[in-house]
């Protein structure tokens, strides 16, 4: 993944690991409701022998789809409130520990977004996002505020993108589900198609440690629209995880045998 913005040149570590079929591969997932299918379509199993600190909630899966070694890491549960560990702070502490013990060639984050209908959004649309960013790091001080926006672009996957037929949008991420005038309006000013509560926070942890990532977000509620978030996120949650968890599988389907570059 380039780092802030449009251009900048892939890392070399990159560009060489590119030139090799993807060995394996990393899943990112917030919501056990969007890991369990997933898990279920890959034929994954959770590991015994965990590779995190003991007394984590994280919850680690693996298997071998044809020839890619596929790791799927889910939070898991609040130790003390018993609901998933959605947001910001979770998912980089997860991708962090998941990076630093398992081998990867490739981060995958899927999960459920909103969706702008003013930018084409559907509920039930899947999106292959081009660029994250926050929403809710509001920092008006000169370059801190670019810092607080930490606008990145995701590693190009055109080949993908096409033979799929699958939308491509920017994501903005921020860790509430409601949307605020001030949440609006950065999320206006990042262009955003899609609102989730990790992208970012993931793309942030992949670049600092080199690793390529891509955001698949399925739409579970249109947020400028008339119900509310939360409302329409649980009524949708169920059917559109199964589009998800379909999207995923045939994009693990469609890396195996592939280098990166031909993504
Ligand atoms: N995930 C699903 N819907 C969302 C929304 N409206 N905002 C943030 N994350 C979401």
Known sequence: MAPHGEGAPLDPTVAQVGR????SILIVIAMQTEALPVVNKLKLVENPHSPFPEGVPWVHYHGTYKDIVIHLVWPGKDLSLGVDNIGTVSASLVTYASIQALQHDLIINAGTAGGFKAKGAEIGDIFLVSHVAFHDRRIPIPVFDLYGVGSRQTFPTPNLLKTLNLKSGKLSTGDSLDMTPQDETS????????KDMEGAALAYVADLLKVPVIFVKAVTDIVDGDKPAAEEFLQNLVAVTAALDEAVDQIVNFITGKCLFEL
């Open 20 to 23: 090799q079929p993807i060995s």
């Open 187 to 194: 999320i206006t000013a990042n262009d955003a198609t899609v």
